[in-house]
């Protein structure tokens, strides 16, 4: 599953966390130690009391990332018994009173996930398409970038993670959190002005080609049973004919649902404006807009020439880096944040 | 398939909204109960006058007086119902309207608790005190009792039968035989000095006469278009009363599913809502948000009165064209009822009260033929799909946010349609994401008739009973989402032009339709018009459960 899609990056990390308490006298267990980490670490200042503490989210000192999340999965869930038909387990003489194994992780994890643009760089356009080793670069950009701009509030949760022993540097940590990637897609934004060209499946196409062959075999074994030993006209064997229809077709079959997957994995290219310093500055100037628009509503067409090009200058609507609004901000009015 | 429900178990004021039944006078009584034993004897009393919903008049006579009751939380933890009942009901209801005021938009969302400690001093003192002690407080609000009256027969001095005082004397006496186990709690109005919320419609007056209208204290004719149920009709008075007030599927109306708006009956989820055990307890009963609204009368002149000059300088139109365009454009109908999706221009609408004859020189007969446009299908069968910009009817406008019908549909096109090149039809949009978030509305205007007196300062508004299964689900969503928020609409933050707090979001789009030339205009001093002074969340018993309640064996086991 790709983790790119639209020019982002949906990136998935998992790192273990150490599997008992700090040393003899301690007794806060790592995990306990994580959870104690992540609840001091402030949110985004997106609420009256959030704006009140002057603290914003570490994760707003970039400009990369769309969402961000941190969290400790203790366990995966427990569904209870796997169900089964009573006719069949009779059958098969299950006994529904003999306990069945139950999964368990063998230790939790820091489950990190954020949307990013999939830029190795701040400012350079987002990707149409991005092959495994730049992928790779863009997360390990990534991970550089959160170090630099947040090396404190990591080490707190991921000194006490497996492995996060020696991490002293920006590539160290880079190369740790590669370790913990995991495949996956789970997007969390879009921001499409105009949808995108989808990759749709040509499945009616899909299934004539596993059906023409299909449909040869059957008509060729209907054929064999009713005594026809060779086509009419052609003069082929009917028992070949069939044969090589069935596998023809199984091949077909397996061709068309490698077709489907890879074309399920063709991500779509980025939308117009869809890097994070665009989708700031298009909040910035939605706000600044609409009040330009309430303020001059009814002004003569000069009047109005004259106040707009003194917008213009002010609001500078093509310059992404300024002036605009600050990341993890609910609106352009909030003040920015102490740290 | 319509089902058949017992109306005989069911709370009259559920299924009727008694003033569109010629009931245009209420009191609204809120008691408090100390002794246990003392208030399901009290219980007891008043379930045999309860007005039912059994069909007027087949099945009961009609009532020149109803008496309806419900209870706080706080009431039924008194009345001692087991805990394992409690603990079944509804969270919101649990806590109560004034815990709930964040998500209301009735505090400050900008500001913090601990820095609003005196966030709801306007509310009438019985509201405040409410709920600030545990469930047995002596001021806390345990039950609410209303009682709707007809106009008295003969005379035509706006007043209502003798029932109501007579009604009002018997509940008095019931507290008085209680040996101070149940008492009629004051404190309602803004000195406190009332001990039952009295209500009426606004009455007009013409020589001697008072004629009750349909309209509020900002002057529009209101409680139109309120939902239909499976069940709560006849099946023939179905076939009209569903129009415009159902749901829409496929090309024909249906009624909404009983459940959305009584427990224990199937919803439009095709669930069964959850309900406190046991089920008979729940069963036929409901919750209901009480609100008293208080209506800035003053503001909102001062407020459409700037907003009429600009409006009138920029559209070129006559302050009074201007004037009756805004109110109209912030409301999505004209002052007298006549939504915009169907008449959507000022001359069109002047066309349409000559062709109506609500402007007859006899004031009988204007009212008269208002009030028959009202009651008619005509006056609720419209849609918002084939608006989806709002050029008719802006897209933030008071009535769109209540009551969306088709507008939410995910398969709408928005724009203009290059066949057409008008906005698109949308001739297939369901009323998806909407008929879960109906309410029904019920209540009165309170306050004096004359406007002339009032102001900000006078008492008037409407006594608001919202009524639905799941208050968190249908009223509290709809009060956060669609009046106190606008992104469904694409309004970002701005709120209900009406009923919406306009502390911090002050504006209203009205968009143009650009054949007319004409730019859009934003409305961008909006005040807050409407205030809450104060309410609670109730529980609207069945009469088994009334039953149960007063004889003490809600048995949840």
Same mark, same amino acid.
């Given at each position: ?25 301690e ?12 609840a001091?670490?402030?949110?985004a200042?997106q609420?009256?009391? /959030?704006q009140?503490?002057g ?53 939790s ?22 092959d ?22 990591l ?5 006490n ?5 020696g ?17 996956? /897609?789970m997007?969390?934004h ?5 949808l ?39 003069g082929?064997? /009917?028992?070949? /004919? ?12 397996v ?7 890879k ?28 009040d ?15 106040a ?32 | ?25 209420a ?46 939380f ?18 919101v ?12 938009g ?26 600030a002690?545990?469930a ?92 239909v149920f ?5 099946p ?66 001062d407020?459409?009165?700037q907003?009429?000059n ?33 008449v ?22 204007a ?33 769109r ?8 549909d ?9 066949k ?7 001739t ?33 508004g ?54 007319s ?41």
């Amino acid at each position: 599953m790709p983790d790119l899609d639209s020019g982002h990056i949906f990136l998935t990390t998992l790192a273990p966390i150490r599997d008992s308490g700090k040393g003899r006298l301690e007794h806060t267990s790592f995990t306990q130690n994580v959870r104690i980490a992540l609840a001091k670490m402030p949110t985004a200042m997106q609420s009256p009391a /959030t704006q009140a503490t002057g603290n914003n989210s570490p994760f707003a000192r970039n400009k990369r990332n769309h969402l961000a999340r941190m969290f400790v999965l203790n366990d995966v869930v427990y569904n209870g018994r796997i169900g089964q038909n009573a006719l069949a387990a009779i059958v098969s003489k299950q006994d529904p009173t003999d306990p069945q194994p139950v999964d368990r992780l063998n230790t939790s994890y820091v489950v990190f996930c954020a949307d990013i643009d999939a830029i190795a760089e701040d400012g350079a356009p987002l990707p149409i398409d991005l092959d495994e080793a730049e992928q790779k670069n863009v997360r390990m950009a990534y991970a550089r970038e959160l170090w630099n701009t947040m090396e404190d509030e990591l080490r707190e949760v991921y000194v006490n993670c497996v492995g996060f022993d020696g991490v002293e540097t920006a590539d160290d940590f880079a190369t740790y959190l590669e370790k913990c990637h995991v495949k996956t /897609t789970m997007p969390f934004h879009d921001y499409y002005l105009s949808l995108p060209k989808f990759n749709v499946l040509p499945l009616n196409r899909l299934l004539i080609a596993v059906a023409i062959p299909a449909a040869i075999a059957i008509i060729a074994l209907l054929l064999r049973i009713f005594g026809v030993l060779d086509l009419p006209g052609l003069g082929w064997s /009917t028992f070949w /004919t069939f044969v090589c229809g069935v596998i023809l077709s199984g091949l077909v079959a397996v061709w068309a649902v490698q077709y489907t997957l890879k074309n399920g994995e063709k991500p779509l290219g980025p939308g117009e404006y869809d890097d994070l310093p665009s989708v700031l500055k298009a909040l910035y100037m939605q706000q600044k807009f609409s009040d330009f628009v309430v303020d001059h509503q009814g002004s003569s067409a000069k009047d109005l020439h004259a106040a707009f090009g003194k917008f213009l200058s002010e609001h500078k609507p093509k310059d992404r880096e300024g002036p605009t609004q600050g990341p993890g901000l609910i609106s352009s009015a909030v003040p920015a944040s102490k740290s | 398939m319509t089902n058949s429900l017992n109306l005989n178990d069911i709370q009259g004021n559920i299924v009727r909204a008694y003033g569109r039944f010629s009931f245009p006078f209420a009191r609204y009584f809120f008691l408090n109960i100390s002794d246990p034993a003392e208030g399901r004897k009290f219980v007891d009393a008043v379930r045999h006058q309860v007005t039912t919903a059994a069909r007027w008049p087949e099945s009961a006579e009609k009532p020149e007086c109803t008496v309806n009751i419900g209870f706080s939380f706080h009431g039924l933890r008194v009345l001692e119902i087991p805990p394992r009942t409690l603990q079944g009901m509804s969270d919101v209801f649990i806590v109560g309207m004034k815990e709930r005021a964040f998500v209301l938009g009735d505090r400050d969302t900008t500001k913090v608790t601990t820095s609003d400690d005196n966030w709801n001093a306007h509310w009438d003192p019985i509201w405040r005190k409410n709920r600030a002690t545990d469930a047995s407080g002596p001021v806390n609000v345990h039950m609410w009792i209303s009682l709707n009256a007809q106009l008295k027969r003969h005379g035509t001095t706006g007043e209502p039968v003798e029932a109501l005082e007579t009604r009002t004397q018997w509940l008095r006496d019931l507290c008085d035989q209680s040996n101070g186990g149940v008492t009629i709690l004051s404190g309602i109005g803004k000195k406190g000095d009332q001990d039952f919320q009295s209500a009426s419609a606004v009455f007009d007056t013409h020589g001697k006469e008072k004629l009750p209208t349909p309209k509020e204290h900002f002057g529009f004719a209101d409680g139109i278009s309120d939902p239909v149920f499976e069940g709560q009709y006849r099946p023939d008075d179905m076939k009209t009363a569903v129009i415009g007030r159902g749901k829409r599927v496929g090309d024909s109306w249906e009624p909404i599913a009983t459940g959305e708006f009584i427990l224990g009956h199937p919803d439009e989820s095709q669930e069964l809502p959850p309900t406190a055990m046991p089920y008979e307890f729940t069963q036929n009963g409901t919750y209901m948000a009480y609100r008293k609204l208080h209506e800035n009368v003053g503001t909102f002149d001062d407020v459409l009165m700037q907003e009429t000059n600009s409006y009138a300088k920029m559209m070129d139109v006559s302050a009074e064209e201007a004037k009756e365009t805004l109110r109209a454009k912030m409301c999505g109908r004209w002052s007298d009822g006549v939504p915009l999706a169907r008449v959507p221009t000022y001359p069109k609408w002047q066309e349409f009260r000559k062709d109506r004859g609500f402007d007859d020189p006899d004031p009988k007969t204007a009212l008269r033929n208002l009030r028959v446009y009202l009651g008619s299908p005509e006056a609720s069968d419209f849609r918002y799909a084939d608006d989806m910009q709002g050029l008719k009817c802006p897209g933030g406008a008071h009535i769109r946010r209540m009551n969306t019908r088709d507008y939410l549909d995910p398969f709408n096109q928005t724009g203009t349609d290059p066949k057409t090149g008008n906005p698109f039809e949308n001739t297939k949009a369901t009323h998806a994401l909407n008929k879960r978030r109906r309410i029904l509305r019920r209540g009165l205007p309170y306050g004096a008739s004359d406007p002339k007196g009032n102001s900000d300062e006078t008492e008037q508004g409407v006594a608001m009973m919202l009524i639905g299964a799941n208050l968190f689900r249908q009223f509290e969503f709809v009060q956060q989402q669609w009046i106190q928020y606008g992104l469904d609409f694409h309004q970002g933050n701005n709120t209900c032009p009406m009923l919406g707090n306009h502390d911090h979001h002050k504006r209203h789009t009205i968009p143009s339709d650009p054949k007319s030339g004409k730019p859009p205009y934003v409305m961008s001093k909006l005040k807050s018009f409407v205030e809450c002074r104060g309410g609670d969340y109730f529980f609207i018993p069945s009469m088994t459960a009334l039953r149960m309640i007063a004889m003490g064996i809600v048995d949840p086991t």
